[in-house]
């Protein structure tokens, strides 16, 4: 199995900064693309931005310009530095990633627990 942990969440006004980070481990081979995804209240789940292991970046419109993701391959862990924060930002962040086990080589999804980030207008 795969297992991801998340940190970094908590309250901040708006024009803030907060800076998440999710670190995977286990049975892992390898790591293709991580990255993170967001649900607000009463809405669907919806991704915020991806990285692939070559370092390729992609960002939803709503982010772009204000959210920047990086990973450290070495350490299996993706960031996400959030700055100019809105109050629509506030919502549940997962992390995620995918690739292959070293048990079987068979590939994987993993999801972290959520962090909580809340923006105060």
């Known amino acids: 199995q795969v297992q991801l942990v998340e940190s970094g969440g908590g309250l901040v006004q708006a024009g803030g900064s907060l800076r998440l980070s999710c670190a995977a481990s286990g049975s892992i081979f390898s790591i293709n693309s991580m990255g993170w995804y967001r649900q607000a209240p009463g809405k669907q789940r919806e991704l915020v931005a991806t990285?692939?292991?070559?370092?390729?970046?992609n960002y939803a419109d709503s982010v772009k310009g204000r959210f920047t993701i990086s990973r450290d391959s070495a350490k299996n862990t993706v960031y996400l530095q959030m700055s100019s924060l809105k109050p629509e930002d506030t919502a549940v962040y997962y992390c995620?990633?995918?690739?292959?086990?070293?048990?079987?080589?068979?590939?994987?999804?993993?999801w972290g627990q959520g962090t909580q980030v809340t923006v105060s207008s």
């Open positions: 995620y990633c995918d690739g292959r086990y070293s048990t079987d080589y068979t590939s994987y999804t993993g």
């Open positions: 990285i692939t292991s070559g370092g390729r970046t």
